[in-house]
């Protein structure tokens, strides 16, 4: 590829990025199967990049953009393998599953991850202004570590919340969650996540979408879920908490129908008012039916899925890419396997998928999924920074296809060194969530009920996932996100300065993420040799 003189996308960048991509993909995937989480990487490579090039001769905020893009894009590609695909020999310790197959569907989903990401890049980033809390963090870092303004903020945030993360995650003297409130026989508990990371997310994604995420978990946790046991519509608090997460699925699936029907709404004002520029839009039209079609024979060829399932698949990855590049972007949380299992649920009501086609359908899912959410971040720094997003795209390119053979490679060599998954070496939890929800949806009625609820203010512009996030996770999470905005609210209304306030609290929220990121993801590497 012949790259522009002055472009971002150096030999140096490409090489460092793939060096840097090799230890991130390893690390994520053991991590992910260890610890059933992946810490954001995005500040991490960024301040691994930012280290190894910022003084390089003619460095750019550019240059170390793309390297740190390059970097990251095979993190969520071993999470989506690591969430799903380890299902398969949970059930079926015997089961038999080719390296090749897993590569094919391990590129499938990064390439279509990579498509995706350039079709929403625009409406999210461009249009929306999605927040991206990890995006700004990594925009943040770079400007404090390349022209040094708000630096003594940062950096202090990010020493704090890293020195915090080692004692509570490494030396286990400080509690990773806070029981608020105990709970009673109708009332759930009250939990607090310890999480300097949270609290900063809280922070950037402001007052709006945090409010709504944590109305999503007061209305599901401490309004149905007490009303309906004391009325005796739930016999346990088990049964209660399955209409409490089904509806919430819901939420964020109706959430997903509703772009689909606002789209199809606006296509036919489109038809009527005016002519669409075919011309400007024939050459994404093409690449995505050329991509599309591809996936299609590579799956269809090389693993169990079969022709109309894989044409589904298509359609349900880019409606879970969606979800996922919008919810990343309001809220810093990525529920890929979530996705998965719905369009595999989905497929399964319609076709009888043989046990292996319905993992590889959901890892394909996944992979793509969590790239187009986790790069997303990544691609809001370089708007804030001024980079080309089409070298961006490149480096995505590179990273998630190059990651995704090496997360198959560590996914088959984890394999075999702890002898299977399911285990106390290797317990992964997604996975084995995955292979539970193979039986289907546990409450319809609050699913499909959520899903109306979701198109219903998706349509009157209501942020429905967010409000389903609330309703799906747990009340540690909704609340930690809470308080960081109630902190820097009142920071900023106590400070002289308001201007001034407002930018160190940004700066401080960044060093947050930050901190607990890199110390996240050290804590990994080293736990993996």
């Given at each position: 590829m012949n790259f522009e003189k002055k472009s971002p996308l150096t030999f140096r960048a490409i090489l460092t990025g793939i060096i840097g991509l090799a230890i991130i993909t390893s690390?994520?995937?053991?991590?992910?199967?260890?610890?059933?989480?992946?810490?954001?990487?995005?500040?991490?490579?960024?301040?691994?990049?930012?280290?190894?090039?910022?003084?390089?001769?003619?460095s750019t905020l550019a240059e170390i953009n793309c390297t740190h893009t390059l970097m990251s894009a095979g993190a969520m590609v071993a999470g989506g393998l690591a969430f799903t695909l380890p299902g398969l020999w949970i059930r079926d310790p015997n089961a038999e599953f080719s390296y090749l197959s897993i590569v094919i569907i391990s590129v499938t989903g990064a390439v279509l991850g990579i498509l995706f990401t350039s079709i929403f890049r625009e409406t999210f980033i461009d249009k929306e202004k999605l927040p991206y809390p990890m995006g700004i963090a990594a925009y943040k870092t770079l400007i404090a570590g390349k022209e040094g303004k708000g630096a003594p903020v940062l950096f202090s945030s990010m020493g704090f919340s890293a020195v915090f993360t080692f004692l509570r995650d490494k030396l286990l003297v400080i509690p990773s969650t806070l029981t608020l409130f105990g709970g009673s026989a109708i009332i759930p508990p009250l939990y607090l996540w310890v999480s300097p990371m949270a609290l900063g997310i809280g922070a950037i994604i402001g007052p709006a979408l945090a409010i709504m995420w944590f109305l999503g978990s007061v209305l599901g946790y401490y309004v149905i879920t007490p009303i309906g046991l004391a009325a005796g519509f739930f016999e346990s608090m088990a049964e209660a908490d399955l209409f409490r997460s089904n509806l919430g699925l819901g939420l964020m699936i109706g959430t997903g129908a509703g772009v689909a029907i606002v789209s199809i709404i606006k296509l036919f004002k489109n038809n009527s008012g005016k002519k669409i520029d075919i011309k400007q839009k024939k050459d994404k039209l093409l690449t995505g039916v050329i991509v599309a079609f591809f996936?299609?024979?590579?799956?269809?060829?090389?693993?169990?899925?079969?022709?109309?399932?894989?044409?589904?698949?298509?359609?349900?990855?880019?409606?879970?890419?969606?979800?996922?590049?919008?919810?990343?972007?309001?809220?810093?949380?990525?529920?890929?396997?979530?996705?998965?299992?719905?369009?595999?649920?989905?497929?399964?009501?319609?076709?009888?998928?043989?046990?292996k086609a319905g993992f590889s359908i959901a890892a394909v899912?996944?992979?793509?999924?969590?790239?187009?959410?986790?790069?997303?971040?990544?691609?809001?720094?370089?708007?804030?920074?001024?980079?080309?997003?089409?070298?961006?795209?490149?480096?995505?390119?590179?990273?998630?296809?190059?990651?995704?053979?090496i997360a198959s490679l560590a996914l088959i060599v984890l394999k075999n060194s702890f002898g299977g998954f399911g285990t106390a070496e290797l317990p992964s939890p997604q996975a084995a969530s995955v292979a539970a929800m193979m039986g289907g949806i546990g409450n319809k009625t609050a699913f499909f009920l959520g899903v109306i609820i979701g198109i219903v203010l998706y349509i009157a512009k209501v942020p429905a996932a967010t409000l389903g996030l609330g309703f799906y996770l747990s009340t540690s999470i909704s609340s930690i996100m809470a308080l960081g905005v109630i902190i820097s609210s009142m920071a900023k209304k106590l400070a002289k300065n308001s201007q001034k306030a407002d930018e160190n609290a940004s700066f401080v929220s960044a060093g947050l993420l930050g901190g607990e990121g890199i110390t996240g993801v050290i804590i990994a590497i080293a736990s993996m040799f």
């Open positions: 690390s994520s995937m053991y991590v992910a199967l260890r610890m059933g989480a992946l810490p954001w990487p995005t500040v991490f490579v960024t301040v691994l990049s930012m280290a190894i090039l910022g003084k390089a001769k003619g996936a299609i024979i590579l799956l269809t060829v090389f693993t169990e899925i079969k022709l109309v399932e894989a044409i589904l698949l298509i359609i349900g990855a880019y409606l879970a890419a969606y979800l996922s590049g919008m919810l990343t972007g309001q809220t810093g949380i990525n529920p890929m396997e979530v996705f998965a299992i719905l369009v595999l649920l989905f497929i399964s009501t319609l076709f009888s998928p043989t046990i899912v996944a992979v793509a999924a969590g790239l187009t959410g986790d790069v997303m971040n990544d691609l809001k720094s370089g708007s804030l920074v001024g980079t080309n997003p089409r070298h961006q795209m490149i480096a995505e390119a590179i990273g998630g296809v190059i990651g995704a053979i």
